[in-house]
T-cell receptor, first 114, second 114 residues
Framework: AQKVTQAQTEISVVEKEDVTLDCVYE???????LFWYKQPPSGELVFLIR??????QNEISGRYSWNFQKSTSSFNFTITASQVVDSAVYFC???????????FGPGTSLSVIP | EAQVTQNPRYLITVTGKKLTVTCSQN?????MSWYRQDPGLGLRQIYY???????DKGDVPEGYKVSRKEKRNFPLILESPSPNQTSLYFC?????????????FGDGTRLSIL
């Protein structure tokens, strides 16, 4: 069965610290897609990144980086030199090739303290 | 501009008073879905639709109805709302079968049932 786990419910860091948000998933499919979304205090959901299961390259976008490890079924998200604007709830999500449904993790609430 | 529009954004109402939350998308997407977001539970799917006149239950369909008479619209109906349906609701859309594509989300509807 599909499942996404985000074990960290809430994280607080001081501005400029690095922080990693964990995401562990379960799927029986060999081809699947992983996503990260950000939900700022204003409430909307903002798409951050997509990763295909057959592409294990890590990705960096500015202060954001993602580490995809198929061997441990993890897709972790690191924010370098965090800023107050990074304060949000972050969701990891999974979808399989043959099934349109998207499974979301419970989310991690990140607070960056100035 | 590609968008998913939900209305209303906020609603406070009383138990038993029927309400409808509208959702409209302008991207000609076949797949539309409704989620509710509750603290610690992430986004849970209520109903989804693969195309016009095709709808199916998600994980938490009890107490909700949907319809898909036109491709662009996917209203969520609460025929007899109860306090346990107080939540943040999101509508989303994407092309069917394109599971590598992120969903487009509306801005959310915050419902309070007293």
């Amino acid at each position: 069965a599909q499942k996404v786990t985000q074990a960290q419910t809430e994280i607080s860091v001081v501005e400029k610290e690095d922080v990693t948000l964990d995401c562990v998933y379960e799927t029986r499919d060999t081809t699947y897609y992983l996503f990260w979304y950000k939900q700022p205090p204003s409430g909307e959901l903002v798409f951050l990144i997509r990763r295909n299961s057959f592409d294990e390259q890590n990705e960096i976008s500015g202060r954001y980086s993602w580490n995809f490890q198929k061997s441990t079924s993890s897709f972790n998200f690191t924010i370098t030199a965090s800023q107050v604007v990074d304060s949000a709830v972050y969701f990891c999500a999974l979808t399989e090739t043959s099934y349109d449904k998207v499974i979301f993790g419970p989310g991690t609430s990140l607070s960056v303290i100035p | 501009e590609a968008q998913v529009t939900q209305n209303p954004r906020y609603l406070i109402t009383v138990t038993g008073k029927k309400l409808t939350v509208t959702c409209s998308q302008n991207m000609n997407h076949e797949y539309m879905s409704w989620y509710r977001q509750d603290p610690g539970l992430g986004l849970r799917q209520i109903y989804y639709s693969m195309n016009v006149e095709v709808t199916d239950k998600g994980d938490v369909p009890e107490g909700y109805k949907v319809s898909r008479k036109e491709k662009r619209n996917f209203p969520l109906i609460l025929e007899s709302p109860s306090p346990n349906q107080t939540s943040l609701y999101f509508c989303a859309s994407k092309p069917v079968g394109r599971n590598n594509q992120p969903q487009h989300f509306g801005d959310g509807t915050r419902l309070s049932i007293l």
